[in-house]
């Protein structure tokens, strides 16, 4: 498999790249912030995301969407990041489509999300740590089933339209699809260290049809996982790739002893090696992406490219900040926002520690 994109991948880089950077650049995310924005994202720039097929990516001709795959959905995700712009494209398009597809709840889930009206949420987490432990109880009740338990960092999970909850039956694991209005559910949205929100879940007996579970046993969550995992990574790559386009242009600018500070040898070895470090990760997250649309054994990519954009992108906003000199650290300036952007996105489904243990595991060490 060519790690590159081909000359339509191109053309859609570019249309996104154009479009996140006029419509939602830094200053979209600013601004919601000091405007306090208790949604944490813009409703109309998510139906434009729709207007111009973004949301279809994944979801097949056949169904209304555009029928692409990782690949394409991951050019999005890169350009989002290289924008910090706030959307729930990576939970909604590209993590929910997926663990819907091919399901009964399609047809009642996709019009939506093609539409831009459709929001949906992760609810994976339980601790501070993203880690395999599901203890929210789905217990027989009738002809469906009763969830009882909370759930932590739920991005969007405050206005989302649909949960996708992961919980614990008689059989083993479920992943079940549970409409935001249900009764007994209750959401307590907190705002992150970027600005984003995410909130805490309470299911106080939740009832939900039989029909409600996407999926039975591991394969469900091992695949929305896979999808999150390798969406969060290009977003990753996005961060990085704008943190490095900014350190180089101040180190062009910036005049130290009479002479631009990018003239010093020293700074352009570390300028380098930052712009090494994010090609390598940008490479591993194409090969987990090509893999999941080829529909072959991803899961050792996916870690890979999850570890590898957690310790490329750390790298560039450490790096960045360090190199920019004290306004890298000030609020005025944009650097910070794609340090703390990149710090959750690090977190989110296993950290690189957690990638690189499962890596471990399944080498047998």
């Keep these: 498999m060519p790690l590159y994109l081909n000359d339509d991948q191109t053309l859609l880089r570019d249309t996104a790249r154009d479009f996140v950077a006029e419509h939602a650049p830094v200053s979209h995310l600013r ?12 409703r109309d720039l998510w139906r434009e995301f729709a207007d111009l097929g973004f949301t279809g990516i994944l979801i097949p001709e056949a169904q209304g969407g555009l029928g692409l795959g990782h690949v394409e959905a991951g050019i999005v995700l ?10 729930p494209f990576l939970t909604t398009a590209l993590a929910a489509v997926e663990a819907l597809k091919g399901t009964a709840h399609a047809d009642r889930w996709f019009p939506g999300i093609l539409a831009g009206e459709t929001v949906a949420a992760l609810a994976i987490d339980e601790g501070p740590k993203h880690n395999a432990r599901i203890t929210l109880q789905a217990t027989r009740a009738g002809n469906g089933y009763r969830l009882t338990g909370t759930k932590q960092f739920v991005h969007h999970g405050h206005v989302a339209d649909l949960l996708l909850v992961a919980a614990q039956t008689d059989a083993g694991t479920a992943l079940f699809a549970v409409p935001a209005d249900a009764a007994g559910l209750t959401a307590n949205p907190e705002r992150l260290a970027d600005a984003s929100i995410a909130a805490r879940l309470t299911f106080e007996g939740v009832e939900v049809d039989a029909d409600a579970i996407v999926g039975e046993g591991d394969a469900a969550l091992t695949r929305l996982l896979a999808a999150a995992r390798t969406g969060a990574s290009a977003e990753l790559v996005g961060v990085g790739a704008a943190t490095l386009d900014m350190t180089v242009g101040y180190l062009k600018q910036r005049k130290q002893f009479g002479a631009v500070i990018g003239s010093f040898q020293a700074l352009q070895h570390r300028a380098a090696h930052l712009y ?39 790298l560039a906003v450490q790096e960045g900040v360090q190199m920019h000199g004290g306004i890298g650290m000030t609020d005025e300036y944009d650097l910070g926002f794609y340090m703390k952007r990149a ?3 690090t977190e989110l489904f296993g950290d ?3 990638h690189a243990d499962a890596l471990a595991r399944a080498a047998g060490y």
Aim: charged share 20%.
């Design 78 to 87: 890169e350009e989002i990041g290289r924008n910090l712009s706030p959307s």
């Design 31 to 42: 601004g919601l912030r000091d405007a306090n924005d208790t949604t944490g994202f813009s």
């Design 276 to 314: 090494s470090e994010l090609e390598v990760a940008r490479a591993a997250v194409l090969k987990a992406q090509q893999l999941l649309d080829a529909g072959t054994e991803a899961a050792d990519a996916v870690a890979v490219a999850k570890a590898m954009t957690g310790l490329a992108t750390t």
């Design 352 to 354: 690189t520690n957690f």
């Design 343 to 345: 710090r959750i996105l």
